[in-house]
């Protein structure tokens, strides 16, 4: 698979959006659009256009080929979207997140996709955080 069609799929995933909605968007078929992600097909520079429009990220974000080795496995990090689709509260989701990034130093930030705007927290982290909160709560 091209790095661009793993950055697409992740892009999407990261994002929340359906494949079909994307395919609607851009005006193509959903097996179509399949076809980005698996790399089987390179989308020409209209579709690339139009898919920067829809993930409001500039073209570099979406065909930048940054080094695998800079970026977080992504299964040692979370994210907001992560923890609503395990069945958290929005509320909490974004509190557990908020509260574990803003602990991070700068350099100490986990980047698991190119996407800028998606926070991501390594999952270690936020374990210690409920379990300091379990802690406290058994306390009072």
């Known amino acids: 698979m091209s790095a661009f069609?793993?950055?697409l799929r992740q892009l999407r995933k990261?994002?929340?959006a359906k494949k079909e909605d994307i395919a609607t968007y851009l005006g193509i078929t959903p097996s179509y659009y399949n076809k980005f992600e698996a790399g089987a097909r390179t989308p020409s520079l209209e579709v690339l256009v139009k898919l920067k429009t829809y993930f409001n990220c500039s073209l570099?974000?979406?065909v930048a080929s940054e080094e695998e080795s800079t970026l977080v496995d992504r299964q040692l990090v979370v994210s907001y979207r992560?923890?609503?689709d395990m069945g958290f509260n929005e509320r909490l989701a974004h509190g557990l997140i908020k509260e574990v990034y803003d602990s991070y130093q700068a350099e100490a930030i986990p980047k698991a996709?190119?996407?800028k705007k998606v926070k991501f927290v390594y999952k270690k982290d936020v374990v210690?955080?409920?379990n300091?909160?379990?802690e406290q709560l058994e306390e009072k």
Do not use: T, Y
């Open 132 to 134: 300091k909160l379990k």
């Open 113 to 115: 996709s190119l996407d």
């Open 60 to 62: 570099d974000e979406l």
């Open 128 to 130: 210690a955080l409920c």
């Open 82 to 84: 992560d923890l609503c």
């Open 14 to 16: 990261d994002r929340g």
């Open 5 to 7: 069609a793993s950055h």
